[in-house]
């Protein structure tokens, strides 16, 4: 598929933007890139170790130095930081060359999801993950919704990819 945007997905932690991204760059035949294998790569050290040693203010930071960089993309399917929709700069450079995509979840079934996973996410590290979710979501779910297209994650990879790509293949602009 020929396009001259990016496919940019949001939505919050363990909604499956980094599986679902890759598989639909897959089908297209376009680039993948993660903000947050971005920053790692940066910074030369993980998430967690960023968070512990300079904040979350700083990751912030260096999260938005990485937006304004693959903005810049074409034909990339940019899956993003589930906080990356806090700052109102990160939305409106990735919606200048991208089609917003909100991989939409339930908090009990994020929270399932995480809980089966290794990877560590210093804002859930909280004696309360499920309540801290509920939270978080209630927060950032406006920003979440002024993505172009509102996606159901609760399927498999593929019916979520299949689902991107009919959406997008629709898409004449905004
Ligand atoms: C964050 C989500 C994480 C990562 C960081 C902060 C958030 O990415 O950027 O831990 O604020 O929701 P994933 O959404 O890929 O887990």
């Not at 929709?85 to 991989?103: E, H, M, Y």
Request: glycine content about 10%.
């Amino acid at each position: 598929m020929k396009s001259s945007w990016n496919i940019v997905l949001v939505g919050f932690m363990g909604s499956g933007k980094t599986t679902v991204g890759r598989e639909v760059a897959r089908r297209l035949g376009w680039s993948f890139v993660d903000t947050d294998d971005e920053i790692v790569r940066q910074a030369g050290k993980s998430i967690a170790a960023i968070f512990a040693d300079e904040g979350e203010k700083h990751f912030r930071c260096l999260e938005n130095r990485v937006v304004r960089k693959l903005a810049a993309m074409k034909e990339t399917v940019i899956a993003t930081g589930g906080g990356v929709v806090k700052n109102p700069d990160n939305l409106r450079l990735l919606a200048a060359t991208g089609v917003l995509f909100w991989l939409q979840l339930e908090p009990e079934e994020i929270h399932r999801r995480i809980s089966g996973q290794r990877i560590i996410r210093p804002l859930l590290k909280v004696p309360d993950p499920l309540g801290e979710i509920r939270s978080l979501l209630r927060e950032r779910e406006s920003y979440y919704a002024q993505a172009d297209f509102t996606v159901n994650a609760n399927g498999t990879v593929d019916a979520v990819a299949c689902m991107i790509i009919a959406k997008m293949n629709g898409w004449r602009g905004r």
